[in-house]
């Protein structure tokens, strides 16, 4: 039986626009870490990642209720978000053959080489991030071929909640959406809270990692699918709600556990109010949306650019070369990927 009620299409030309912003924001974070900039922007990339989190989280339920069963939602997201993936992680390892330390023989028969491509094509980039004598040097602040993949794993499991959180409400009646995702979102925070707290007292790096992954980023999820439940009331009040976000947002960032208590609605409450707002740009709100290959794409165009030295020259032609080397390929991977295959938006 198929299920009704999907997310109304007049919220989607703006959250391509926010997604233009968010993958811009990411794209200048790193590259001020890896080139050691300091270029200031609205977020971080951190805040970034969980505006892309939050909208996923609006689009995701209705996006399930859509399809007759798990399977076909799940092969919607695959081939949506594999293809791109893949080029990058097969693309990357095959062309920094030319960035190694090893000869080509050497590289292509390095164990090394065969890990990278089979962790982060299993989607654990955290197994073996480097590629066999790739951007190794003093030059290099991090020798990761692409540290962004790390939230692609986490992207996967929220995915896999969505039926997971309707199983629960088939199962438990007196649960309705708005509560379960509000004791999803608690359950997040509190295990944001725990993991923090281990680390501040044993500064063991493990812990602030554990506290970044997939429980931790629950909460923008679910903040932004609770915003999908109350879309009609926050729609009517868009001023107020986007006030309201970057209120919490500006308090998330100066009050004392506040970005991981206050950050994730007022992330979600912000990325939400920007889609919302009742025009759009028709440049950056066509079907061929590039965003998602930005963000794929940039890290090892940032690192590739300190291999050539061109962080040497100036700050303005670094981030010139990384935003336009980012855009060509993305735009020549989108259209070279929708000829082979036909993706859903």
């Avoid at 993958?23 to 805040?47: C, K, Q, R, W």
């Avoid at 100066?254 to 990325?271: A, E, H, K, R, W």
């Avoid at 066509?286 to 700050?315: A, D, R, W």
């Amino acid at each position: 039986m198929r299920l009704t009620n999907p997310a109304k299409s007049t919220y989607y030309h703006n959250m391509d626009i926010v997604r233009y912003l968010l993958s811009l924001a990411v794209i200048v974070d790193h590259t001020n870490i890896v080139a050691g900039y300091d270029m200031p922007f609205f977020i971080s990339s951190f805040e970034a990642v969980g505006g892309f989190f939050a909208l996923s989280g609006f689009l995701m339920y209705p996006n399930y209720l859509r399809h007759d069963n798990c399977m076909g939602y799940l092969g919607q997201r695959a081939r949506r978000i594999l293809p791109p993936y893949i080029f990058i992680v097969v693309g990357a390892a095959l062309f920094l053959v030319i960035a190694s330390t090893l000869t080509p023989t050497e590289y292509f028969t390095s164990k090394g080489f065969y890990a990278y491509l089979a962790a982060n094509l299993s989607f654990l980039n955290w197994l073996h991030p480097d590629l066999p004598g790739v951007f190794q040097g003093v030059e290099f602040n991090i020798s990761a071929v692409n540290a962004s993949l790390w939230t692609m794993k986490i992207e996967w499991c929220l995915y896999f909640s969505v039926p997971i959180f309707i199983f629960f409400l088939s199962r438990i009646k007196r649960l309705s959406t708005i509560s379960l995702s509000v004791i999803i979102i608690i359950i997040s925070i509190l295990y944001r809270l725990y993991f923090s707290n281990l680390y501040i007292q044993t500064e063991k790096e493990i812990y602030h990692i554990l506290s970044r992954q997939i429980f931790g980023q629950l909460s923008y999820f679910y903040f932004g699918m609770l915003i999908y439940f109350l879309k009609d009331i926050f729609s009517r009040n868009l001023l107020l709600m986007g006030i309201i976000g970057i209120a919490l947002v500006y308090l998330s960032r100066i009050l004392d556990y506040g970005s991981i208590i206050l950050n994730p609605l007022g992330i979600s409450m912000t990325v939400m109010a920007i889609s919302m707002i009742p025009y759009s740009i028709p440049l950056l709100s066509s079907k061929n949306n590039i965003s998602y290959e930005m963000y794929l794409f940039h890290f090892p165009i940032i690192q590739f650019g300190i291999f050539l030295g061109v962080h040497t020259y100036n700050i303005w032609i670094e981030y010139l070369y990384v935003l336009s080397v980012t855009i060509v390929l993305s735009l020549l991977a989108h259209f070279s990927l929708e000829k082979l295959i036909k993706r859903p938006r």
